[in-house]
T-cell receptor
Framework: SQTIHQWPATLVQPVGSPLSLECTVE??????LYWYRQAAGRGLQLLFY??????ISSEVPQNLSASRPQDRQFILSSKKLLLSDSGFYLC???????????FGQGTRLTVV | GEDVEQSLFLSVREGDSSVINCTYT??????LYWYKQEPGAGLQLLTY?????DMKQDQRLTVLLNKKDKHLSLRIADTQTGDSAIYFC???????????FGTGTRLLVSP
C-alpha cells in the first residue's frame, strides 16, 4: 500500500531563518507531488507541483522554493522565512491518470 | 486562471441536511472533488464527480453538478456532530496535473 510521510509535524522558526520541509511517498513510482499551504481565511493554496524528478511548477510567486531530488521526495524550502510564511503546509501525491490525491498529515509552521 | 470559491461557514443542527456550495471558473474542469479535513489533520477524499455527470449519490452524500453555471454542491443528509469539519471543493483538468482547491467551508454541527 502507498503511504505519504511529512515532517516535522510542527515547527517554530524565527524570522530570517531557513526552512526545509520534507515529504516522501512510499509504495508507488513517479507520483505527481504537490505542496499546499493552508492559511487562515485563505483556504488551501497550491504552491508547487511536480510531475517528475527535477520538474517543478510554481503557482504563486513567493519566498519559498521546492525541489524534487528523488522520485518520491518533495522538499519545500526557504532561505529566509517571513512572518507571512506561517501556516499549515500539506504535501499530497496523486498517481497519473487517477483522480484521487492523498494528503500527508501536514506541518504547522509558526514564524516568530 | 482557475478559481474555486466556497462560503466560509455553515452551521446546522444534528439531524438536519447540510448543503455546501462551490463555484469554479475553469470550464474545462474534468474532475470535481469534495475533500474533508478534520481538525489538525490532512485531507481525505469524500467523493468526486466527473464533468459528464449531473449527480452522484453515495450513502448520505449527494453531489450535484451544474456545469452550465459551474456550480457544485455537496449535500449531507442526517448531519451528525462527527461531520463537523472543513469541506473543500477541488477541480482538475484532465490535461493538466494541477489540483486546485477552494477556500474551504467550515461546517459546524450542533446537537
Amino acid at each position: 500500500s502507498q503511504t505519504i510521510h511529512q515532517w516535522p509535524a510542527t515547527l517554530v522558526q524565527p524570522v530570517g531563518s531557513p526552512l526545509s520541509l520534507e515529504c516522501t511517498v512510499e509504495g508507488t513510482s513517479n507520483p505527481n507531488l504537490y505542496w499546499y499551504r493552508q492559511a487562515a481565511g485563505r483556504g488551501l493554496q497550491l504552491l508547487f507541483y511536480s510531475v517528475g524528478i527535477g520538474q517543478i511548477s510554481s503557482e504563486v510567486p513567493q519566498n519559498l522554493s521546492a525541489s524534487r531530488p528523488q522520485d518520491r521526495q518533495f522538499i519545500l524550502s526557504s532561505k529566509k522565512l517571513l512572518l507571512s510564511d506561517s501556516g499549515f503546509y500539506l504535501c499530497a501525491w496523486r498517481r497519473t491518470g487517477e483522480f484521487e490525491a492523498f494528503f500527508g498529515q501536514g506541518t504547522r509552521l509558526t514564524v516568530v | 486562471g482557475e478559481d474555486v470559491e466556497q462560503s466560509l461557514f455553515l452551521s446546522v443542527r444534528e439531524g438536519d441536511s447540510s448543503v455546501i456550495n462551490c463555484t469554479y471558473t475553469d470550464s474545462s474542469s474534468t474532475y470535481l472533488y469534495w475533500y474533508k479535513q478534520e481538525p489538525g489533520a490532512g485531507l481525505q477524499l469524500l467523493t468526486y464527480i466527473f464533468s459528464n455527470m449531473d449527480m452522484k449519490q453515495d450513502q448520505r452524500l449527494t453531489v450535484l453538478l451544474n456545469k452550465k453555471d459551474k456550480h457544485l454542491s455537496l449535500r449531507i443528509a442526517d448531519t451528525q456532530t462527527g461531520d463537523s469539519a472543513i469541506y473543500f471543493c477541488a477541480e482538475r483538468n484532465s490535461g493538466f496535473q494541477k489540483l486546485v482547491f477552494g477556500t474551504g467551508t467550515r461546517l459546524l454541527v450542533s446537537p
